[in-house]
């Protein structure tokens, strides 16, 4: 049984930094596609980041490019999402994501969603 268990939220002030991780256990095999999404209060999820451990591979929304930085640790299976220069409209949950076949490319279109999910942490960015 896939598991994904997401750490690292907070309460941080505009301008500052956060790191989320993401701990990943039970895949088959390695190649899978880690990321994570988002969902603010009365707003639609949508994704903030994804990596292809396979080749790889990376998307990133619009509103994060140049701020945030997906990386993964091979060992471990830990994932990691360096949030920097953070703003107030980044507070959100964040949810770290997998999937064995999704493309990073495919998770920003939200036609399709990753199969595997973690519970979510809450990320707060005050002004």
């Known amino acids: 049984e896939v598991q994904l268990v997401e750490s690292g939220g907070g309460l941080v002030q505009a301008g500052g930094s956060l790191r989320l991780s993401c701990v990943a256990a039970?895949?088959?095999?390695?190649?899978?596609?880690i990321g994570w999404f988002r969902q603010a209060p009365g707003k639609e999820r949508e994704a903030v980041a994804s990596?292809?451990?396979?080749?790889?591979?990376?998307y990133y929304a619009d509103a994060v490019k140049g701020r945030f930085t997906l990386a993964s640790a091979n060992a471990g299976n830990t994932s990691y999402l360096q949030m920097n220069s953070l703003k107030p409209e980044d507070t959100a949950v964040y949810y770290c994501?997998?999937?064995?076949?999704?493309?990073?490319?495919?998770w920003g279109t939200g036609s399709i969603l990753p199969n595997y999910w973690g519970r979510g942490t809450q990320v707060t960015v005050s002004s």
């Open positions: 994501a997998a999937d064995y076949f999704l493309a990073p490319a495919r």
């Open positions: 039970g895949f088959n095999y390695d190649d899978y596609i």
């Open positions: 990596f292809s451990r396979g080749d790889g591979r990376t």
